[in-house]
T-cell receptor, first 112, second 113 residues
C-alpha cells in the first residue's frame, strides 16, 4: 500500500507570495491533518480534515487555510508569506478509528 | 504554552545499553499518548502508544511507561542499536477519534558503537 505523498518536496518563495501544498493520503484513509515543524518548536498542529470537513484547527493565523477533496486528497494554502513561515510542513493521514497517524515526507518551504 | 515537554534536546547512549527518553505534559485531559521517530528528510514514523488506562505498554525493544499522577511518560529502548539514532517525539491527544496531536519538541537520540 502506498504511503502518504506530499508535493512538492521543496519550495522557495518570497515574502508576500502565496503557496499551495498538496497531500495524498493512504488509500482508504479519510482523515488528513497538517503540521508545521520548525526548529525548537516541534510539530505544531495546523488543522484536520475528515470527509471534506475541517474538524479541528490549531492556533495559526487566517493566512493558513486548507481543504479536502472528495477523494480525501488535501491541499494547504498559505497567503502573504512571511519569513517565519519557513518550515517543514507535514501531512498525516489516518482511518480515524484510532490515533495512529501516518506521516508523509513533508514539504520544505523556504521564504526569502 | 507548551503542553507537552521534552526537556532533553539530545541523548547519547552506547549500543546495547538502555535509552530512556522522557516526556512531561501539563493537561490532565490528555488520555492517549504516542511516540514517533523521525529520520532526516522523512516524516515521523509511529513507534508505540499508550492509553491513560494503562501504565505500561511493550512492543519488542520498546516500552512506554505512563505515570498519570506525575503527568510523565517515558520511552525505554532496550537494547539500543545504532539504527535507533533519530529524533523522538512524544505526542498527546485529549479525545479519542480525533487526529489533533500535541507534540513535544523532540529529543535527538544518538546510539554509538
Amino acid at each position: 500500500k502506498a504511503g502518504v505523498t506530499q508535493t512538492p518536496r521543496y519550495l522557495i518563495k518570497t515574502r508576500g507570495q502565496q503557496v499551495t501544498l498538496s497531500c495524498s493520503p493512504i488509500s482508504g484513509h479519510r482523515s488528513v491533518s497538517w503540521y508545521q515543524q520548525t526548529p525548537g518548536q516541534g510539530l505544531q498542529f495546523l488543522f484536520e480534515y475528515f470527509s471534506e470537513t475541517q474538524r479541528n484547527k490549531g492556533n495559526f493565523p487566517g493566512r493558513f487555510s486548507g481543504r479536502q477533496f472528495s477523494n480525501s486528497r488535501s491541499e494547504m494554502n498559505v497567503s502573504t508569506l512571511e519569513l517565519g513561515d519557513s518550515a517543514l510542513y507535514l501531512c498525516a493521514s489516518s482511518t480515524r478509528q484510532d490515533n495512529e497517524q501516518f506521516f508523509g515526507p513533508g514539504t520544505r518551504l523556504t521564504v526569502l | 504554552d507548551q503542553q507537552v515537554k521534552q526537556n532533553s534536546p539530545s541523548l547519547s547512549v552506547q549500543e546495547g545499553r538502555i535509552s530512556i527518553l522522557n516526556c512531561d505534559y501539563t493537561n490532565s485531559m490528555f488520555d492517549y499518548f504516542l511516540w514517533y521517530k523521525k529520520y532526516p528528510a522523512e516524516g515521523p514514523t509511529f513507534l508505540i502508544s499508550i492509553s491513560s488506562i494503562k501504565d505500561k505498554n511493550e512492543d519488542g525493544r520498546f516500552t512506554v511507561f505512563l505515570n498519570k499522577s506525575a503527568k510523565h511518560l517515558s520511552l525505554h529502548i532496550v537494547p539500543s542499536q545504532p539504527g535507533d539514532s533519530a529524533v523522538y517525539f512524544c505526542a498527546a491527544s485529549g479525545v479519542r477519534n480525533t487526529d489533533k496531536l500535541i507534540f513535544g519538541t523532540g529529543t535527538r537520540l544518538q546510539v554509538f558503537p
